[in-house]
């Protein structure tokens, strides 16, 4: 690569070297051309806090005369600032000598007024532009250069010259395109095209761009625009090529894409190979190996042009447009897209392929159809082949491609012209024919050493790609590269043994096994000795571009892309997590994004999934897109403390902050204590000696034992009881020291809402749970207040859950799932509703439950022996019989009531004496 590159430039000095003295010809100081159109407007002064240079155009004017194949091209700029002296200090133009020619007409400095004219005096310097060279394309474009002297402030710098000639591979036709808007305003411009009469020139407007206006002048007519209401348009990054905000306009004397195409075949015709040729003797040997088999001859020829005519173009002149001959390229093994399309072309058609050039636009994948036909709306050359009525693109400038030539991947060109379609526009099959998967597994050995493993699979055009990247550079080279990669998240890691390459090119499969070792792993937290590690998904995050949320343009997406990217954080000695649970997808109609984690056992498993429907976003679904996207920290952060021995604790990832330390926050302990000790002394002390009032008990037994329904009662009672306690109690998240200082790190919540929500939290739950034991306790002793307590603890339950549910819900909804339905994410909430619907209902009004329990309160030691001792009492075991008549029951009851009294009486009586 490196002798290549010598043997380039040695090549460029020497043809610069030659087109020197051609090059000091094609430059001339003449008069500015009468055949002009003058100006009828007056430029506006522009505000200036809209620009950005310190200077800005107070003319443009560019007028194009057909006939005598012309350009004119006049700027006036002005300096109001000193960083515009230093942004203008030089005036420069570039041409191609080879069919151009420079005329300069006028270089002058306005100051104060007055003219101060340079031309005269002005020596350009020459010099070879290479506009292209970045791309390995020599086009002999060369630039004429001339540093400016004694720039000031406010001074106005005029500078008009012609360019004229055209390349004689467009055949004498014209055509055009031309910007009416910048991103920063002009006072003034003026577009204006003089064509003959006998000549016919098709315009169009795009974007909002002003019609053309005509004026006829002789022999010919102006077509020109004069603006001066200039609005700048905001840039905005991420923006596809294809798109522009700015007002632009065609123009082109081709007529229909058919003209087009028949243009191409003239100046491109595919040739018929020389018998004598050693292309020929090249080309059979390949149809021998291939043993007559028409894709295996495709594939092998295409490997061919592919892989060993390296990509080097020599456009100069018509050479811009027209491919050189087979035999040549074949000779010298080098040519840009239209030798290489050429060459593979000539190639299949000598063995009676079907096959077609067609011409591209890598950067317009979309609109091309809303074009005028023109030459300038590509910019590449492909192949198109037919068999037996299959059709198909390659590229041949694509290198390092695997796999079935029948499943090769071809570029999402859009639109291209195709001659085996008629000379028509045709569409390029858009599809993902490829994917990554990368797979990291982080294992902690303790005592803060860890060892990382990263398997990454690429398939398809991925496989091309990354094939193409490892044969174009040292294998050292990008270790060092991915393990400066790591060292970023990881600053005490090395790599253990060589990188793993292993390329299945007949599958177009490649895959790549990285091993290194971590030291002193973790980071201290700020104000802590507490570490933590943070497994963060950049492989996802950076194929997605961060965007404003005020966005108008639309926004470019790296299409084709299909990753799965999978993190495993394992601790070695089997130090177990808990169990979480975080799962995120999302459909849109230009992405697929999904995100799911899981902890089992001793590890945890992170796996993200991106996928690419289009190669942008539209600006409809923008906010879509912001809102999917905007909580980067929570979606690809996921950070874990480390114990003291090195090892991960488990907890809640999305929010980078862990639950599972065996410290303990002491508040929440004493809150939890006091909160029991208080309720246990309000029953004990007040609740347990009332008599019911929200619902009281039959006046009578009906039910000796707790029956029916009371036993499923009671069941799920115990139930509840158990996996609450259960859950309060042995997972012990509230009482735990990093789960409070966790909430100090959660964005968009307040600390101190979020731990008086955790307190009120603490708070119902020890209420509840104690109720529901005291509600079993009244059940199995048939009390008179089990009916009113349990409805009320239920009724609690319900209305703290559904209040519970608002709140997280106003504080955490950016962490929600957006695609769950509302049972899964208020099923907890919903489940209390429906128990207190279920059982607080039938504890209000079932039958059974009033003539069951209706034991009152009777305090230890308190029956004196002329009381009737109560019906549940061992003395007295029988019910009332069912059939007396309640109105006699009662009189029998307040008998024994009034007799009762006077025997309490009596006995007060004899006790004071």
Not at 5 to 25: E, K, M, N, R, Y
Not at 343 to 349: G, P
Not at 654 to 672: D, K
């Amino acid at each position: 690569m490196k002798r290549f590159s010598h043997l380039l430039l040695a090549f460029i000095l020497l043809l610069a070297t030659f087109s020197w003295s051609f090059s000091q010809t094609s430059v001339q100081k003449v008069a500015t051309p009468s055949w002009l159109r003058p100006l009828t407007k007056k430029a506006v002064k522009p505000n200036l806090d809209d620009i950005s240079d310190g200077y800005y155009f107070e003319l443009i004017e560019h007028q194009i005369n057909l006939a005598t194949q012309t350009k004119y091209y006049k700027d006036i700029k002005v300096l109001f600032d000193q960083s515009g002296v230093e942004n203008l200090g030089q005036v420069q133009v570039t041409f191609d000598p080879h069919f151009q020619k420079l005329q300069l007409h006028e270089l002058k400095i306005i100051r104060n007024g007055k003219d101060i004219d340079i031309l005269p005096k002005a020596k350009f310097n020459l010099l070879a532009s290479e506009t292209e060279l970045s791309r390995s394309i020599y086009n002999g474009s060369q630039m004429a250069h001339y540093v400016l002297e004694d720039l000031r402030k406010d001074d106005k710098i005029v500078f008009a010259y012609s360019i004229v000639g055209a390349n004689p591979v467009f055949e004498q036709m014209f055509f055009d395109s031309y910007y009416l808007q910048g991103y920063e305003p002009t006072g003034l411009i003026h577009l204006n095209y003089i064509v003959p009469n006998h000549r016919k020139l098709h315009f169009k407007s795009f974007n909002g761009a002003p019609e053309v206006q005509q004026q006829s002048v002789g022999n010919s007519t102006n077509f020109f625009w004069e603006l001066t209401e200039h609005k700048p348009v905001q840039y905005e990054n991420y923006t596809p090529d294809w798109y522009s905000p700015l007002q632009y306009i065609q123009c082109s004397e081709f007529n229909t894409w058919k003209d087009i195409d028949q243009w191409k075949n003239r100046i491109n015709p595919i040739p018929q190979i020389s018998p004598s040729s050693t292309l020929q003797t090249f080309v059979n040997q390949l149809w021998k190996e291939s043993n007559g088999q028409q894709y295996e001859f495709i594939r092998k020829a295409c490997d061919f042009v592919q892989n060993e005519i390296r990509y080097m173009g020599i456009e100069m002149g018509e050479y811009s447009h027209r491919a050189n001959l087979p035999e040549k390229v074949f000779s010298q093994r080098y040519g840009d897209c239209k030798d290489k399309s050429m060459l593979l072309a000539t190639m299949l058609k000598n063995k009676n392929i079907d096959v077609g050039l067609v011409l591209a636009n890598t950067y317009k994948s979309r609109g091309l159809q809303n074009d005028l036909p023109s030459p300038y709306a590509f910019n590449h050359m492909v192949i198109e082949l037919s068999i037996e009525g299959r059709h198909q693109y390659i590229d041949p400038t694509i290198t390092n491609q695997g796999g079935d030539i029948k499943n090769r991947y071809f570029p999402t060109y859009g639109k291209v012209l195709s001659t085996l379609n008629r000379g028509q526009l045709a569409d390029v099959p858009q599809k993902v024919v490829g994917d990554i998967k990368v797979k990291e597994v982080l294992a902690l050995e303790g005592k803060f050493d860890a060892t990382l493993d990263v398997t990454t699979t690429y398939r398809g055009n991925e496989a091309d790609n990354i094939r193409n990247y490892f044969q174009s550079n040292a294998k050292n080279d990008i270790q060092k590269q991915y393990l400066d990669y790591y060292t970023k998240t990881y600053s005490k890691i090395n790599k253990v043994g060589s990188m793993d390459y292993k390329d299945d090119s007949k599958n177009n499969i490649v895959e790549i096994v990285e091993k290194y070792k971590i030291k002193n792993i973790g980071k201290s937290e700020n104000g802590s000795t507490k570490k933590y590690i943070s497994l963060i998904g950049s492989n996802i995050n950076e194929k997605l571009p961060e965007i404003m949320e005020d966005r108008n343009a639309p926004l470019d997406l790296p299409f084709p892309t299909d990753i799965e990217y999978e993190i495993y954080l394992v601790n070695k000695a089997q130090k177990t997590f808990g169990v979480y649970k975080e799962n995120s997808f999302f459909d849109r109609k230009a992405y697929t994004f999904g995100k799911t984690l899981e902890i089992k056992a001793d590890s945890i498993k992170i796996h993200y999934t991106l996928g690419m429907h289009e190669s942008f976003v539209e600006q409809a679904d923008l906010k879509q897109y912001y809102t999917d996207f905007a909580d980067r920290d929570n979606i690809f952060y996921n950070g874990f403390y480390l114990d003291t021995n090195g090892y991960a604790t488990d907890g809640i990832p999305s929010l980078g902050t862990p639950t599972s330390s065996h410290e303990v926050n002491w508040f929440s302990s004493i809150i939890f204590l006091i909160s029991v000790a208080s309720v246990l002394w309000y029953i004990i002390k007040k609740y347990n000696k009332s008599k019911p009032i929200i619902i009281k008990p039959y006046d009578q037994v009906y039910h000796e034992q707790i029956g029916g329904w009371m036993i499923l009662l009671l069941v799920v009672l115990i139930a509840n009881i158990l996996a609450l306690s259960s859950l309060f109690f042995f997972n012990l998240s509230l009482f735990n020291l990093n789960t409070w200082q966790a909430m100090d790190h959660v964005d968009g919540v307040s600390s101190f809402v979020y731990k008086v929500l955790i307190l009120a939290e603490t708070v119902a739950n020890t209420l509840i749970i104690i109720g529901l034991i005291y509600s079993c306790i009244l059940l199995i002793k048939r009390r008179d207040i089990f009916a009113q307590t349990f409805f009320l603890i239920t009724l609690f339950m319900a209305i703290f859950c559904t209040l519970d549910a608002i709140a997280g819900y106003f504080m955490f909804k950016q962490y929600f799932n957006k695609t769950d339905d509302i049972f899964t994410k208020y099923e907890d909430t919903i489940r209390t509703i429906i128990f207190f619907c279920i059982w607080g209902s039938y504890a209000y009004k079932s039958e059974r439950v009033k003539g069951t329990c209706l034991r009152t309160y009777q305090p230890a030691n308190t029956v004196h022996k002329a009381e009737k001792p109560h019906p549940f009492d061992e003395d007295f075991l029988k019910p009332y019989p069912m059939s007396e008549p309640l109105i006699e029951t009662r009189v029998n009851e307040d008998k024994v009531q009034n007799d009762s009294m006077c025997l309490d009486q009596s006995s007060n009586q004899n006790a004071e004496k």
